[in-house]
């Protein structure tokens, strides 16, 4: 499902860039988790020695992902090692697609700020219905 509006930066490029909007810089949840982080999720099957090595280094650490994200990860490290072995071989749809579950991972920084994880309380357009009606 596309999200409105324009794509968020990394809370580093705005750092970096400037925040000419002066909106609040959530932090990186990935910068908070130490580096022997496991969540415990393992792959649908046996993978090879590469794909165990990107399994490791990327799904693994992601405290974020749930078991129902298996599959998708799962998707990204096959497409991602075949890339690492030929990339000029590979076809633009599959690059696309590891792109496109990249960021559904949240493996890209400017895809985890949309996370919201132990940031401020957000309010919501939804806030204050009561049994569908608006509080007056």
């Known amino acids: 499902m596309a999200v409105r509006g324009a794509k968020p930066k990394a809370p580093h490029l705005k750092l970096i860039e400037g925040n000419p ?50 599959p998708r990860a799962f998707m990204w490290v096959e497409l991602h090692a075949q890339f690492e072995a030929d990339p000029a071989g590979m076809i ?28 401020g309380q957000t309010k919501s357009k939804f806030d204050g219905l009561i049994g569908g009606a608006t509080k007056a």
């Open 21 to 70: 909007g002066k909106r609040p810089i959530i932090a990186d949840p990935a910068a908070e988790q130490p580096a022997d982080f496991d969540n415990g999720l393992e792959p649908l099957r046996k993978l090879k020695k590469r794909q165990r090595e990107l399994w490791d280094g990327y799904i693994r650490r992601a405290s974020w992902l749930t078991e129902f994200d298996i």
């Open 92 to 119: 633009a749809g599959k690059i696309a697609q590891l792109r496109a579950l990249g960021s559904e991972l949240r493996l890209d920084p400017g895809s985890r700020v949309r996370l919201n994880v132990g940031g």
